[in-house]
C-alpha cells in the first residue's frame, strides 16, 4: 500500500513562495508518476502538475506553469512542488497523488489511485 504525507502548507502572502513536499512511504514510489492537483471551496479537484518515474518529464496546468515547479527525489522517496509568484486564486488544499500506470500528461483525478490526505496553502490578497 502506497501511502503519501503532505507537508508545507502554509499562509502567504501575495507574490510570496511555498515549497510542498509529498513523502511516499513506499520503495517502490520512483518507479510511479507522481502529480499534484488541488481544489479550493465549492471547486472540482483540479491538475496542477505531474512528474514522470525517472523525473525527466513533466506537465502542468496553463494557470500555474511559469510560477509552479514540480520535481522529484527517489532517493528520498519525495516529491516537490516549488510555488512562487502565489496568488490569491491559487489557495486550495494541495494533495499529491501517485501511481504506477498514469501517463504525465494525464489530468484527471481519477487516474490516479493513490492520494495524500492535502495541505492548505493560503494566498493572502
Known amino acids: 500500500q502506497v501511502q503519501l504525507v503532505e507537508s508545507g502548507g502554509g499562509l502567504v502572502q501575495a507574490g510570496g513562495s511555498l515549497r510542498l513536499s509529498c513523502a511516499a512511504s513506499e520503495r517502490i514510489f520512483r518507479l510511479y508518476t507522481m502529480g499534484w492537483f488541488r481544489q479550493a471551496p465549492g471547486m472540482d479537484r483540479e491538475f496542477v502538475a505531474a512528474?514522470?518515474?525517472?523525473?525527466?518529464?513533466?506537465h502542468y496546468a496553463d494557470s500555474v506553469k511559469g510560477r509552479f515547479t514540480i520535481s522529484r527525489d527517489n532517493a528520498k522517496n519525495t516529491m516537490y512542488l516549488e510555488m512562487t509568484s502565489l496568488k490569491p486564486e491559487d489557495t486550495a488544499v494541495y494533495y499529491c497523488?501517485?501511481?504506477?500506470?498514469?501517463?504525465?500528461?494525464?489530468?484527471?483525478?481519477?487516474?490516479?489511485?493513490?492520494w495524500g490526505q492535502g495541505t492548505q496553502v493560503t494566498v493572502s490578497s
Open positions: 497523488a501517485a501511481d504506477p500506470d498514469t501517463a504525465v500528461g494525464d489530468t484527471a483525478s481519477d487516474e490516479y489511485d493513490y
Open positions: 512528474v514522470s518515474w525517472s523525473g525527466y518529464s513533466t
